[in-house]
């Protein structure tokens, strides 16, 4: 079985510019979720889909950043325009089961960002 | 609020020596979730184990092997024997109710050939 796709690895761009990370989860899982995960720190979750509908967005920058999710598959998450304190790993993660239950997430390996 | 503490930064230790990894956590849920998940240099995040709150009994996969006692709210993993492949950034994380996953800070294992 593949596991959680993620593109580009990494990504280097100027303050201001604007960048797009993409994600094709696990196949058949319903829920996606995208985190940010800054140097020495645990991820914090920045926005939950099932299917694609949006479950949890509380914790995302709304100003600046923006996600979607068609068709309930792939999803991409965009920076507009970006800053210096974006620079992070942002990690996609998907589980089989619809939000509210728990179940386990299985992550991708992430997008590198660096923001100069 | 849940809240999810690794107080160990960094261990290092010598292979084939045994190694513990401490996790605390608060949560006012009488039913959560907890994991551990491994981070290689690659980035990826690995899932290792999930544990409820209802099922205390130890586990052992190999030279893993896991701790968790609610009287002291701790979940802690212990590897037995270590490689340097286990070199690694280990997280510890919860889930109670409706909140999310919420992770430490991680520890950085090093084990030294």
């Known amino acids: 079985e593949a596991g959680v796709a993620q593109s580009p690895r990494y990504k280097i761009i100027e303050k201001r510019q604007s960048v797009a990370f993409w994600c094709n989860p696990i196949s058949g899982h319903a829920t996606l979720y995208w985190y940010q995960q800054i140097l020495g720190q645990g991820p914090k979750l920045l926005i939950q889909f099932q299917n694609n509908g949006v479950v949890d967005d509380s914790q995302l920058p709304k100003d600046r950043f923006s996600a979607e999710r068609l068709k309930g598959v792939d999803s991409t998450l965009k920076i507009q325009p970006a800053k210096l304190e974006d620079s992070a790993v942002y990690l996609c993660?998907?589980?089989?089961?619809?939000?509210?239950?728990?179940?386990?997430?299985?992550f991708g390996p992430g997008t590198r960002l660096t923001v100069l | 609020a849940q809240k999810v503490t690794q107080a160990q930064t960094e261990i290092s230790v010598v292979e084939k020596e045994d190694v513990t990894l401490d996790c605390v956590y608060e949560?006012?849920?009488?039913?959560?979730?907890l994991f551990w998940y491994k981070q290689p240099p690659s980035g990826e995040l690995v899932f290792l184990i999930r544990?409820?709150?209802?099922?205390?009994q130890n586990e052992i996969s190999g030279r893993y092997s896991w701790n968790f006692q609610k009287s002291t709210s701790s979940f802690n993993f212990t590897i037995t024997a270590s490689q340097v492949v286990d070199s690694a950034v280990y997280f510890c994380a919860l889930k109670g109710g409706n909140e999310k996953l919420t992770f430490g800070t991680g520890t950085r294992l090093t084990i030294i050939p």
């Open positions: 993660a998907s589980s089989p089961l619809p939000s509210g239950s728990t179940d386990t997430q299985y």
């Open positions: 544990r409820n709150s209802f099922d205390e």
């Open positions: 949560t006012r849920d009488t039913t959560y979730y």
